[in-house]
């Protein structure tokens, strides 16, 4: 499996077990609770991919621009996350003006 591959694996992982796995299971769906969960899984899917490919010398790509696997790691994360977190918000309630 390329290695690309390998860390949008691990990402879309890390991601459907937060989203469709533990923040549904949250007694209250707000933007601080999501946001520490994010934080979390998010830590979880860079270990990860870290432990990996740390001082390996492999280089990324996406969309054809060279990058290291920190970078592509936390870039194909946080664009694969945004949608699901809109669609999660959208779905509980959960809006930027909620409180803790």
Not at 60 to 75: D, E, K, V, Y
């Amino acid at each position: 499996m390329p290695p690309e591959l390998q860390i949008i694996a691990i990402n879309a992982t890390c991601l459907a077990i937060g989203y469709f796995g533990i923040y549904p299971q949250l007694a209250r769906k707000s933007l601080l609770a999501v946001g520490i969960g994010d934080l979390v899984v998010s830590l979880v899917a860079i270990g990860t991919a870290g432990m990996l490919f740390w001082g390996s010398g492999v280089e990324f790509r996406l969309i054809g621009i060279p990058m290291n696997w920190f970078a592509f790691s936390l870039t194909t994360l946080i664009a694969m996350g945004l949608p699901l977190f809109l669609w999660f918000a959208r779905r509980h309630g959960i809006f930027p003006d909620d409180e803790g």
